[in-house]
């Protein structure tokens, strides 16, 4: 079984509006950890910033702002450690998304997907998920 245990940072819980600016985890295959990742990054422009989850991850907006690497980055390194382990082309090798209220991470992740020209987040994960919370 290949399980994708994934968490976001987010500039807030608007799916649509609110940016990811760090995305961390593990890919475990078989019961064997077989990467692990943290990537953060500088949201993408006119994103909603709250002040709440500034003060979640202890940052400034001004620090979000000036990551050197991009969005679409981010996305690219993302995509690169996922298609080592998954063939986006072959329907039945996918990933399950782990993790504590996972939904919202896979609905931001989705955005996240799309706004960087990829509508096939689930070519490479399953449409369900396990949510451990």
């Known amino acids: 079984m290949k399980l994708l245990f ?11 509006k609110s940016g990811i600016h760090q995305i961390s985890g593990s890919i475990v295959i078989d019961n064997v950890v077989k990467e692990v990742f943290d990537i953060k990054f500088r ?10 989850a500034l003060e979640v991850t202890k940052l400034t907006k ?11 980055d981010a996305y690219n390194m993302f995509t ?11 329907r039945a090798d996918k990933m399950f998304m782990v993790g504590y209220n996972v939904h919202f991470d896979k ?27």
């Open 62 to 72: 001004e620090e979000l702002l000036n990551r050197s690497i991009s969005e679409l």
């Open 107 to 133: 609905d931001m992740v989705y955005n996240w997907f799309k706004r960087c020209g990829d509508n096939f987040l689930f070519s490479r994960v399953w449409g369900n998920h396990i949510d451990v919370m």
């Open 6 to 16: 994934l968490d976001t940072e987010t500039t807030g819980v608007d799916k649509e």
């Open 43 to 52: 949201p993408f422009e006119d994103c909603i910033i709250e002040d709440s």
């Open 80 to 90: 690169k450690i996922i298609d080592k382990y998954v063939n986006k082309y072959n």
